[in-house]
Nanobody, 117 residues
Framework: QVQLVESGGGLVQAGGSLRLSCAAS????????MGWFRQAPGKERELAAI???????YYADSVKGRFTISGDNAKNTVYLQMNSLKPEDTAVYYC???????????WGQGTQVTVSS
């Protein structure tokens, strides 16, 4: 089992920045990749960024060039640095972990990000 706890959400003005953190505990050695997803009101959950255990990253087009996913293996923590935030980035952001089955098996509770115009 893996437990994930997100933090760092909040209210920010358009153009501002926030950094989200996701701390993993439990069987962290089994984590193959971690991702950040987001869900805006009335919309489906969408992928924002992925970081594989070896350091490779992937970004959705909507956040590419503005968001950066990184990790601290010693702390079992993954971060999402969000710059140049837009009102359309407003959503609940979720951290997820894949332990090798190509399935996002573990999810955090989510953290709210609100970007005001």
């Amino acid at each position: 089992q893996v437990q994930l706890v997100e933090s760092g959400g909040g209210l920010v003005q358009a153009g501002g920045s926030l950094r989200l953190s996701c701390a993993a505990s439990g069987r962290t050695s089994s984590i193959y990749r971690m991702g950040w997803f987001r869900q805006a009101p009335g919309k489906e959950r969408e992928l924002a960024a992925i970081r594989w255990s070896g350091g490779k990253t992937y970004y959705a087009d909507s956040v590419k060039g503005r968001f950066t996913i990184s990790g601290d293996n010693a702390k079992n923590t993954v971060y999402l640095q969000m710059n140049s935030l837009k009102p359309e980035d407003t959503a609940v952001y979720y951290c997820a972990a894949d332990t090798g089955g190509s399935i996002w098996s573990y999810w955090g509770q989510g953290t709210q990000v609100t970007v005001s115009s």
